[in-house]
C-alpha cells in the first residue's frame, strides 16, 4: 500500500472526495427541490421554528431543524410516506438482483486479476434483456387488487396485472431521492468494511491508506457475494435502468396534466433509452 504522501490521487483527493460525497447529495435535493417550487427558494432548507424543546442543546436543535426540512429531509415527518419510498428503493434493487440471476445470460470472463494467479472472474451479461423485461413488468405485469360484484351482488377481491402508477414516482421524487442517498451510503459503508476482509485483492486507485478517498474510490478490487459481483452489477443496472423509468414517469405525469405529451419530453426519452441507456447496458460485457 503506498503511503498517502506518494500516492496518485484523482478527483481532488482526500478533499475532492469528502466534498463530493457530501454537496453532490445536498445539491441533488435543492435542486429537486427548486424544481418543485418553481424557484430558488431558500426559506425551507432549515426552518427557523421547528418542533425541538426551547432548552435543548445545539446539536439537538439542528437535528430537529434537519428533520423538519422540507428540503433535506423530505418526508420525515411523513413515516408511512418515508417506510413507501425505502420499499420501493429496496424493492427496486432486489428486483434487478432477481432479473441478473434468473435472466438467460452469455457468461463473460474479466481480465486475469493482478495477483499473478492468471484466474479471470465469471460475470452474467444480461442487462439488455433485463431492461426489456422490466418495461414489459411495468407496462403490463404490474399486480394489484381489485374489487369486482359477482352475480349475487357480493363484493370480491381479485388479483390482476396492468400497468403500474408511473406518476407515483414523479410525486414522490424527493423522498425517492432522499431515501435512495441513505441506502446507498449505507451499502457503500458495507463495501468498505467488507474491503478489510483477509485475502482480498485491493482496488489500485482505491488503496491510498486515506480512509475518505479510499471510501469514494471503492477498495476493495472486486467486491463479490460469490458469483454476484457489487460493482459491475450496481454501476449499470439499478441506477441506468431506474433513470430510464423515471424519465417514463414524468412523461406519464405531464400526459395526466395536459392530455398529450410534448415533443421535448418524447426525445428525452428516446435519447436517453436508444442512445445511451440501452447502449450502455447492452455494452457492459465491454
Known sequence: M???SN????????????GTMIFLPLVTLLLTYWASVGSLEFNHILPAETSCSPDAGF??????????????????????????CAC??????????????????????????????????????????????????????????????????????????GRAPMTWLYDNYSTLAFVTIILTTMLSAYLYMKSFGKG??????????????D?????????????????EFCELRPGLIGWMILNLAMMSKQYERL???????ILINIFK??????????????
Open 215 to 231: 471510501f469514494f474510490m471503492g477498495r476493495e478490487l472486486n467486491p463479490r457475494w460469490g458469483g454476484f459481483d457489487w460493482k
Open 59 to 84: 446539536v439537538s436543535m439542528y437535528i430537529s431543524k434537519l428533520k423538519d426540512s422540507s428540503v433535506l429531509c423530505p418526508s420525515c415527518a411523513e413515516s408511512p410516506v418515508l417506510i413507501s
Open 88 to 161: 420501493v428503493i429496496i424493492g427496486w434493487f432486489l428486483f434487478q438482483v432477481l432479473l441478473e440471476r434468473i435472466l438467460p445470460c452469455e457468461i463473460v470472463l474479466g481480465a486475469p486479476l493482478p495477483d499473478g494467479s492468471g484466474k479471470r472472474l465469471p460475470y452474467r451479461i444480461n442487462g439488455h434483456l433485463a431492461f426489456w423485461v422490466t418495461l414489459l413488468v411495468l407496462d403490463i405485469g404490474w399486480p394489484k387488487w381489485t374489487e369486482i360484484s359477482d352475480e349475487s351482488g357480493n363484493i370480491k377481491q381479485i388479483l390482476v396485472f
Open 7 to 18: 500516492f496518485d490521487y484523482e478527483f481532488g483527493g482526500p478533499i475532492g472526495a469528502l
Open 200 to 213: 482480498l485483492l485491493l482496488a489500485v486507485g482505491g488503496n491510498s491508506g486515506n480512509h475518505v478517498y
Open 259 to 265: 392530455g398529450y405529451v410534448t415533443g421535448s419530453m
Open 273 to 286: 433509452a436508444c442512445m445511451y441507456g440501452t447502449h450502455c447496458i447492452k455494452s457492459e460485457q465491454f
Open 2 to 4: 503506498k503511503t498517502s
